[in-house]
Each structure stands twice: as C-alpha cells, then as structure tokens.
C-alpha cells in the first residue's frame, strides 16, 4: 500500500514536471502598431511550430510590458536595442549609436541583471529622424541630413512639423542642428501638441501652414505611404532602436529552437519593410493579425 502510494506521489510529481514544461508561451508587445505588428509576427511563428500561446500583444506602454517580462508574467516581447540606455541609466555611453555595440551591451547587461535574452535584431532603426516631402526630397537630392544641411544654407524652403518635446530636447532637434551645422528658425517649424508622428506626418503629407517636412520615426508606416522620405543620419545623432525578441532566459531553455525560429523573420524587417507592413495598420486600417499573417506567408516563413 505505502509502495503504491509513493509512485501515486512520483507520478504526481512527473506529472506536475511535465505540466511545468509545457506551459502557455505568453507573448506580449507594446501597445502602438509596431508592437502590435512584431508582437503578432512572433506569436504566428511561435504557434506554427506548435507552440502553446497566450495573446498578450499591445499590452501597454514601455514600462509596463518591461515590468512585466521580468516579473515573469510575460515571456517574449519585442523590445528596441537603444532603450538599454534607459533601462540601465546608461544615456552617455556612444556604444548606443552603434547598431553591433548596442545590442552586445543590452544583452550582455539584461542577461546579467534580468535573466532575459536578447535574440536577433531585425535590420531596422526605429530612432527619431526628419521626414521630407518626396518631391522637396527629388528635385534637390535630398537623402540625408548632411543634404538637408546643405540645403538649407542655400536658403532653401523649409518648414518642419514637431513635437514642443522634439523642438525642445537637447537630444533631438538641437542635437541635429548641433551635428549638421544648421538652424531652425521660429518661423521654419511649426510646433503641434502630443509626440505622435502621425499628426506631424499628416501635416507634411497636406503641406499644412507650409510644412514640407515632420519629425518622424525610422519605420512609421504613414511616412512612405503619404509621400514622404526620411532623411538619413550618417553622423550617428540618435541611438540605435533596433526591434529584437526579447525572452526569458527559462523559457528560452525549454524551447531552445526559438532563436532559430525567429531569427530569418526578423532579419527581413528592414526598414522599407516594417514602413509597408505599419502603413497597412496605420493607413489602411487593415487588422495587425491579418498583415503579420499575409507576411509570414508570402515570405514562407509559415505554411
């Protein structure tokens, strides 16, 4: 009787182990349409191998999925490379303007502190950038913020739209101004409320009060599909947001395949990319499942 019931217990015990192992995948992501879109793609890829799987996409703001990934009530998320240098008080370091240096230096600090693995990063960068009118961008070979520079010392026509906070922070405009040897003038910027690059794009897109350029972020969606350009930094002003999986290191040992899995998804999201697939939500309206879903199988990534 004893006997029996002792292998009654280890049974309970393997069974518990193996309900253990086999948990739910909670996949989470912030709550814009980004988040929306990477939280969906690594979900899809997660559940076409198998995976159990919790929706947790567009679950909050920055500190609210990062807190809860390591509290452990969320698994994987999509996080952005130059947000290291928020989460460990580290702004000054350089290493942040470099995409390879970034990335190392998260990952290496998140593995130590948080137990959380940073998997392959998509070769995009989400940063603040400036976004011109497509025709103001072709009629004077527009592509970077060293033309923009020069462009503009030859009195060229420009009117930004931004955020006070863009206008304002010593990281944003003033550091472009400061890198590129130029200087807005009250009347070339027109400042909007809130940070969202969807107004300050809209404006550029209709030439409202004369803008002809918007602060924008590296892949909004609406930026190419209202005309626009972004300009490149080649001086390096703002960090590297690179989008990159974020996983628990537990998790991460219970599917180990995970990296591999993920890691041809990611390294197609480009820029280009990632503006066509946010520009389907942000413009189109077009639900963030359905375009993940269309992508992974036009790109063959799931069957």
Not at 59 to 76: F, K, M, S, Y
Not at 120 to 125: E, F, G, I, K, S
Not at 240 to 250: D, F, G, L, M, S
Not at 268 to 292: F, P, R, Y
């Amino acid at each position: 009787m004893n006997v029996s019931a002792r292998w009654g217990m280890a049974g309970l015990v393997l069974l518990a182990a193996g309900t253990q192992a086999a948990e739910p995948v909670k996949v989470g992501s912030k709550i814009d349409t980004e988040g929306s879109l990477l939280g969906n793609i690594i979900l899809q890829v997660l559940d076409s191998h198998g995976v159990k799987t919790v929706n947790k996409v567009q679950l909050g703001t920055t500190p609210v999925v990062r807190g809860a990934i390591t509290a452990g009530e969320l698994d994987i998320y999509p996080e952005y490379t130059g947000n290291g240098a928020f989460f460990f008080k580290d702004e000054k370091d350089a290493a942040w303007k470099n995409a390879q240096q970034g990335y190392e230096k998260v990952k290496k600090l998140d593995a130590e502190k948080n137990h959380l693995v940073w998997l392959t990063p998509a070769p995009a960068n989400n940063t603040w950038t400036i976004a011109v009118r497509k025709d103001l961008a072709e009629k004077n070979k527009l592509t970077s913020l060293d033309d923009l520079s020069a462009y503009l010392k030859k009195g060229g026509e420009f009117k930004l739209a931004a955020s006070a906070e863009f206008i304002e922070r010593s990281d944003a405009l003033p550091a472009f101004e400061k890198a590129y040897g130029f200087k807005l003038e009250q009347p070339q910027l027109l400042s909007l409320a809130g940070g969202d690059t969807a107004v300050t794009i809209k404006a550029a897109a209709q030439q409202t009060s004369g803008v002809n350029a918007a602060m924008a972020y590296g892949t909004d969606g609406p930026v190419a599909a209202l005309g626009l350009q972004t300009l490149s930094d080649p001086k390096g002003v703002q960090p590297i947001y690179a989008p990159t999986p974020v996983v628990r290191e537990a998790v991460l040992k219970a599917y180990p395949q995970m990296d591999e899995w993920l890691k041809p998804v990611f390294a197609s999201l480009d820029e280009k990319t990632l503006q066509q697939l946010n520009a389907s939500i942000a413009v189109e309206g077009l639900d963030a499942k359905k375009v993940a879903a269309d992508y992974l199988k036009q790109k063959g990534f799931v069957k």
